[in-house]
Nanobody
Framework: QVQLVESGGGLVQPGGSLRLSCAASGFTFRYYGMTWYRQAPGKEREFVAG????????SYADDVKGRFTISRDNAKNTVYLQMNSLKPEDTAVYYC?????????WGKGTLVTVSS
């Protein structure tokens, strides 16, 4: 079955960096675009970044442009989110998502806390 497992979250100071990973299994990873979302306490889940199947095109939410970079390694069935210049407002649970034939699959998320 489809599995998405996020890792790499943690506590970081403002201005710091983290790299999140999402390991995928149960489907042909290289055929599908992937996206990262996040959900802050008391807020709705929101789009962060997306990448096409071959990694040739990416998109970002306005508030992370220039700070976050999404990438993928199709040989490792993994998508990454490099997060730089982190701000307290980036604090959230980060999820990766795959949409296969109109069905959304989500990981359980990884918590990122940006605080001094």
């Amino acid at each position: 079955q489809v599995q998405l497992v996020e890792s790499g979250g943690g506590l970081v100071q403002p201005g710091g960096s983290l790299r999140l990973s999402c390991a995928a299994s149960g489907f042909t990873f290289r055929y599908y675009g992937m996206t990262w979302y996040r959900q802050a306490p008391g807020k709705e889940r929101e789009f962060v970044a997306g990448i096409t199947s071959a990694g040739s095109n990416t998109s970002y939410a306005d508030d992370v442009k220039g700070r976050f970079t999404i990438s993928r390694d199709n040989a490792k069935n993994t998508v990454y989110l490099q997060m730089n210049s982190l701000k307290p407002e980036d604090t959230a649970v980060y999820y990766c998502r795959a949409n296969l034939y109109g069905v959304d699959y989500w990981g359980k998320g990884t918590l990122v806390t940006v605080s001094s």
